[in-house]
């Protein structure tokens, strides 16, 4: 569960980033973050995960503070950046091992093999060199980390964009099963086609605040790209 | 704890895949046996003029027939760990000689009569002052043994290090890592247990391989030379691990790698090219020393005046005695006192020995009164070097040499306190002199005894009577002189030099453990401050 409490984020400049988002993303639950560039999605992300400090508010996982609980916390939260990050000389198996020990286990090879077999990934290329992988293939491995670390609570931060069209289909598929395991999964994108697919509830930031907030059943009636469009342009009160 | 080494383990694999990694095999392979086979062939030359010296020393004192004759001279043994680093030693002589006249001030490196006391050719410089005059500051380490790892390994751990933090932002990987239930000290760590994995190894190697081609090449390997290595492998390492933490602090600092990079490299080049000759420059310049030319124009009116009062005492006693005939039929002298003298009459040699009485010791007198003027010189050395070791400080390339210097016994500090050394062993020559009466007796001058001494009759007799031999007459009587019993010297105090010691070497090591351990401490606060605080986005 992850659940957000009047959680602001002003940096040094002066700018708002993030103004008193209110958020609770319930077990098996799919949230959709949507926001143009700016909109403050990735600082959303960034609180949870403890990368910056919140000006006030608090951002928890499972009922621990990103801030106080940071280590309880991150035990309970999986993330997928946009374009995931992997050490370029080490092969897929490798990174998987690296990460997997970062969590504190020391699983048999064999386990690794498993779980890039699950993701989708070829036979050949699970001792390749991962600087040879294409985008769609880093984000199965990434995908492969988070079913590694099987926590509760996931967080993806444009996991679609540069992705083909099968490659994002399976993503989706994946998160669907993990939803089915009771996963809560906040992700942040631009993706209105596959947040109207997946999502449970999407909601629109604009300007570090949650301007619109929509349940499956209401947003499955609407035209969400019309709704998108306008809060977009709509001038902030 | 588990976590350090997993990441330790990670990057100790992605490093050993690196260019750097080959960079690190290629110089170490390039550079260490080059400077230890010359290290080795400089040793050996040294060992060999050594050992030629000191038999020529040891036959020179075995063959002295007068105790004027005898002027011990003392061989500084050549250091076996000088190979792994000289110091300042190829600056340095071998030899002293035990005078009354003068005390040795630094070891003698040359026997021409234009080189000056402090053992080599100066050149001629107008002015007060002997800017650049500082033999043990004119040194450029960094061709030794140690120098070239100081030099190698300081850059490889800016090379490894400077981008630890920040080549990890640049590709994301750190949004990754922080991403998982990892402390932020825990990465740090795990960075640098890395960094260490990749390059204690080599170290350990260069040292061992070393240690085997001493063994090789024949080289004595005594204790103190096995602990040396120890220690300068410790010393090696924990400089090291300075210069890690240096590359860690300032991938903390750079905001981007090309600028870490770049800040690296300079500071490398600054450490290794620019702080020692400006750490020497600023010494000469805060503690400039007089020029020795000067010292020695002082040093030369004292023998003046000494001569002229030994010449007095000469006349003094030569009244006294009525001293008629002021010749030998065998005359050999020299300098420092040297008379060998045979076929005296009576009053000559007791005026002979009644001056040596008092002009040998008039002699040591103005050796102690040139020694006030040599002894404030060598303190003005002695600052400069103080000073230009605190300014080193700066630099912990510079710490590391000077230390290894020390370990390896080559450092000034070495040399300056082996010259005691020898200036205490000139105490005891004179002191032994002086306890027998060697300069109030006959045997300090003719190997004559007392009761062949002629009177001035037999003398003139003596003297005509010569004149008119043959010269096989002649010949043969210069052979008997030859053959005279030579003195014996059996019981003179032999110079013996304080050999090197495990504890000398682990005393002159502690401070600069010290040093690199306060300085890791300071670093690694600042390490874990800045890394605390690092915006991993």
Known sequence: ?237 | MNMIYSIALKDFKQHLRSSRFFLTLLLCLLFLPFTLLTGTDDYCARQTVCEQRQAMADSALNNTYVWSQVRPLVIKQTEPLSIFCQGVTSNMGTYNQILLNTYPLLPYAYSDKDCSIIGYKQTEVQGDTGNNENIFLNTFPCTDFTGMIGLVFSLLALIFSYDAFSHEKETGMLRMIFSHPVNRLTFLFGKIGGICLVLVPPVIVCYTISAAYLIYAGIPLSEAVWSGIVLLSMLTLSFIFVCILIGILISLLASTSEQALTVSFLLWIGMVFILPPVSGYLAETIAPIPLYRNIEAKMKLLDDERYYELKEIREKFEKEEKVKTMMALFNNMGEDGFMDKWGLTMSFARAIRRTHAESELTRLVYSDRKWILQKGYLNKLKRQIRLRYWFSCFSPLQVFQETAQHICRTSPENYLSYMHEVRSYRQEVWNYFIDHQLFNSYSYFTTQHEEDFMTEQKMDEVSRKYETLSEEEKTSILQKIENRPKLDTRELPRFAQQPASIQEQVKNGVGTFLFFTVTSLIFIYITIKMAVRYDIR
């Open chain 1, 1 to 237: 569960m992850l659940q957000a409490i009047d959680l602001t984020k002003r940096y040094e400049d002066g700018s708002l980033a993030l103004d008193a988002l209110n958020l609770h993303i319930e077990e098996g639950e799919i949230f959709f973050l949507l926001g143009a560039n700016g909109a403050g999605k990735t600082t959303t992300l960034n609180l949870f995960l403890n990368f910056i400090r919140p000006t006030s508010g608090q951002a928890l996982i499972d009922g621990r503070d990103s801030v106080k609980q940071s280590l309880e916390a991150k035990r309970l939260l999986s993330y997928i950046s946009e374009n995931v990050m992997l050490y370029e000389d080490l092969s897929a198996r490798e990174n998987l091992e690296f990460f997997a020990r970062l969590n504190g286990k020391n699983l048999p090879k064999e386990t690794y093999y498993n779980l890039m077999r699950t993701v989708g990934l070829k036979e050949t290329d699970f001792e390749k060199h991962v600087k040879y992988f294409s985008k769609g293939m880093r984000q199965k491995v990434g995908l492969a980390c988070v079913l590694q670390k099987d926590t509760p609570n996931i967080l993806m931060d444009e996991p679609t964009t540069g992705l083909d069209p099968k490659s994002a289909a399976e993503l989706m598929d994946t998160l669907l099963q993990l939803k089915q395991k009771g996963k809560s999964i906040l992700l942040c994108t631009h993706d209105l086609f596959r947040a109207r697919m997946i999502a449970d509830r999407i909601g629109i930031m604009k300007e570090g605040r949650m301007v619109m907030l929509r349940h499956r059943e209401e947003f499955m009636n609407e035209d969400i790209e019309r709704i998108y469009l306008d809060y977009m342009q709509e001038v902030p009160q």
